[in-house]
């Protein structure tokens, strides 16, 4: 039997680190073909049958026992390629689900393999029961079992496939180029998504993926080694000219991150060269 639950989400359910949009089964999943306007996490666990995901230039079979783990605003296509194909999914999303999920190393869209299908399959199906009864309470014990199905789909699979590291990097070309060379004027996340043409959600995922450390970490990692050498060229030059010259406004907040990145302050720095 087909299901399908959309829970009616109040701003404080949204206020919740974690919590359902949206979970159901189909007897036969059709096809869809989404342009990366989707704004949620989304678990899709095959049943039954065969289908095909396109995401992120890969091509990956879908059968029983996998699922595929789909990221927010990344375009992405699946559909059936045999009779049947039963699934059962839930969309989530939450106030910290971010930070969790890049912790768990969730970090691509692509296919899981599961060494335990049918545990998770049960605790999906009973995140759905909780749905249906659609009590006060369901939204809060939803999140509770949407944060152990999170933990039990990690502690289950095999493997992630996805692009590799160096797809990631090559795709962020552009705008590492863009920080290259305007790295000394005021950047914004959306300036900087705008270089590659995609949300600025789906950047902080690509630097996370690629890098390791979110897309300002990486600006200021750069602003810091254009620091060292202009402190290390011309030992005559403040360090206020040199905040402002490597994108500073003010040079006690250079100073600072500096310092966090180097374990010492610029004048200190300067003096390890300069007698």
């Given at each position: 039997?087909?299901?399908?639950?959309?829970?009616?989400?109040?701003d404080?359910?949204m206020?919740l680190?974690f919590y359902?949009?949206s979970?159901?089964?189909?007897?036969?999943q059709t096809h869809?073909?989404?342009?990366g306007?989707?704004p949620?996490?989304q678990?899709i666990q095959c049943?039954?049958?065969?289908g095909?995901?396109?995401?992120?230039?890969e091509?990956?079979?879908i059968?029983?026992?996998?699922?595929?783990?789909?990221?927010?605003?990344?375009?992405?296509?699946?559909?059936?390629v045999?009779?049947?194909w039963q699934?059962?999914?839930v969309?989530?999303?939450?106030s910290?689900?971010?930070?969790?999920?890049l912790?768990?190393q969730?970090i691509n869209?692509?296919k899981?393999?599961l060494?335990?299908?049918?545990?998770l399959?049960?605790?999906?199906?009973e995140?759905m029961n909780?749905?249906e009864?659609?009590?006060t309470s369901?939204?809060?014990?939803?999140?509770?079992l949407l944060?152990?199905v999170i933990?039990?789909l990690?502690?289950?699979?095999v493997?992630?496939?996805?692009?590799?590291r160096?797809?990631?990097?090559?795709?962020?070309?552009?705008?590492l180029?863009y920080?290259?060379e305007y790295y000394?004027?005021p950047l914004?996340?959306?300036?900087?998504?705008q270089?590659?043409?995609?949300?600025e959600q789906?950047?902080?995922?690509?630097f996370?993926q690629?890098?390791?450390i979110?897309?300002?970490?990486y600006?200021?990692r750069?602003?810091?080694?254009?620091?060292?050498k202009?402190?290390?060229k011309?030992?005559q030059?403040?360090v206020?000219?040199?905040a402002?010259q490597v994108g500073y406004?003010?040079?006690?907040?250079?100073?600072?991150?500096?310092?966090?990145q180097e374990?010492?302050?610029?004048?200190?720095f300067?003096?390890m060269?300069?007698?």
């Amino acid at each position: 039997m087909d299901r399908m639950y959309f829970p009616a989400l109040s701003d404080e359910d949204m206020k919740l680190p974690f919590y359902v949009t949206s979970a159901g089964s189909w007897r036969h999943q059709t096809h869809i073909n989404r342009q990366g306007e989707f704004p949620d996490y989304q678990w899709i666990q095959c049943i039954k049958g065969r289908g095909e995901l396109r995401v992120n230039d890969e091509v990956y079979i879908i059968k029983e026992n996998e699922g595929m783990f789909l990221t927010p605003h990344v375009p992405h296509e699946y559909y059936p390629v045999t009779s049947e194909w039963q699934v059962c999914w839930v969309s989530f999303n939450g106030s910290v689900i971010d930070d969790i999920i890049l912790s768990l190393q969730f970090i691509n869209s692509g296919k899981i393999v599961l060494t335990n299908a049918e545990s998770l399959y049960r605790m999906l199906q009973e995140l759905m029961n909780r749905l249906e009864e659609n009590h006060t309470s369901s939204t809060m014990q939803c999140s509770e079992l949407l944060y152990s199905v999170i933990l039990k789909l990690r502690q289950d699979s095999v493997y992630i496939e996805s692009k590799s590291r160096l797809q990631q990097i090559t795709q962020l070309n552009p705008v590492l180029r863009y920080i290259e060379e305007y790295y000394h004027q005021p950047l914004t996340l959306e300036v900087l998504a705008q270089q590659l043409d995609v949300t600025e959600q789906y950047t902080c995922l690509l630097f996370q993926q690629s890098l390791g450390i979110r897309p300002f970490e990486y600006v200021t990692r750069v602003r810091i080694q254009k620091a060292k050498k202009l402190l290390l060229k011309n030992n005559q030059i403040s360090v206020q000219d040199i905040a402002r010259q490597v994108g500073y406004e003010h040079p006690s907040y250079f100073i600072k991150r500096f310092k966090e990145q180097e374990n010492v302050t610029p004048t200190v720095f300067r003096k390890m060269y300069f007698s």
